[in-house]
């Protein structure tokens, strides 16, 4: 389900068991548009549409047993939001388990950047645990070499300046995503998977699946998101995984063609996927 409540309200924390995730960013940098096309199925061309957030959008992910987590999407903060008001700010990063920062690739991130260190001081505070995830989004405007280097960038600037302000919390990440290609669904998926506790656990029941049956790759799949909760410990083919996408995509297609009364749509087609899934498996 999806709410929207003003800005202004403080939320308490998280509930025991759901973790929440916040989206921000500066205006137009495109957080919207990441959970719109993940999460609600919308194509990225139908998002130029989409007007600017002024209040906070929650959306309730509950897809599996696994994945059970909330998306605050909020709006940008001003520029003074993070220092002249952070005791309102206290209480809402306090029940923030992850932190997801936008960076648009199109423009200066400077100022950007500036917001997002004001941010983590504060949320450092409330929660030294919160776990700070950066996306440099719109990467597929850059060249391949600009790409990276932003990404190496913005890394080292971030880094640098928390040092400095001896801001201590979990190693931040840097990821270069799009809406136009599966990037954004990769590195969501690497940000949901450090959401659960079970991680290892399914990644050695993958290796073990993989030596019993001489298989190359597997992948835990959400299917109604295309997140990956889990994989081997072998590196991700981005190839690989966009043949899974797309398997999943036809078989989901396939169920709303073809299935039965009482057994329609996404829920049908989970059970069509794991007869689906070798055919994925290169």
């Known amino acids: 389900g999806e709410t929207g409540r003003g800005a202004e309200m403080a939320p308490t924390s998280a509930a025991p068991g ?22 609600h199925k919308m194509s990225p061309h139908e998002t130029l549409f989409l007007e600017a957030t002024s209040k906070i959008v929650k959306t309730d992910i509950c897809n599996s047993a696994f994945l059970r987590f909330e998306v605050w999407d909020f709006p940008p903060p001003s520029l003074t939001d993070f220092t002249d008001q952070a005791a309102k700010w206290t209480p809402i990063f306090a029940g923030c388990s992850t932190l997801v920062w936008i960076v ?27 776990q700070v995830e950066i996306f440099v989004h719109k990467a597929d405007s850059l060249g391949e070499e600009g790409r990276w280097e932003a990404a190496r960038d913005v890394h080292e600037q971030m880094t640098q ?3 400095n302000l001896q801001v201590e919390i979990p190693p931040l990440r840097v990821f270069l995503t799009s809406i136009y290609d599966p990037s954004v669904f990769e590195c969501l998926s690497k940000v949901v998977q450090k959401l659960l506790p079970q991680l290892p656990t399914l990644q050695n029941l993958l290796d073990r ?4 049956c001489s298989g190359e790759k597997a992948f835990l799949f959400d299917m109604v998101s295309k997140l990956y909760l889990a994989t081997d410990s072998s590196p991700v083919d981005m190839a690989l995984y966009e043949l899974c996408s797309d398997v999943i995509d036809t078989v989901i297609d396939i169920s709303y063609i073809y299935g039965t009364k009482g057994g329609t749509g996404v829920g ?4 069509a ?3 689906a899934a070798p055919a994925a498996d290169g």
């Open 209 to 212: 699946f993989l030596t019993k």
């Open 18 to 39: 759901k973790p929440r995730v916040f989206l921000m960013g500066l205006r137009r940098c495109g957080k919207s548009s990441i959970q719109k096309v993940v999460f």
């Open 104 to 130: 648009d690739a199109q423009d200066d991130y400077a100022e950007s950047l500036g917001r997002l260190q004001a941010a983590v001081v504060v949320a450092a505070r409330a929660n030294p645990q919160i």
């Open 268 to 271: 049908a087609a989970a059970g």
């Open 273 to 275: 996927a794991a007869a």
């Open 161 to 163: 300046e928390l040092a």
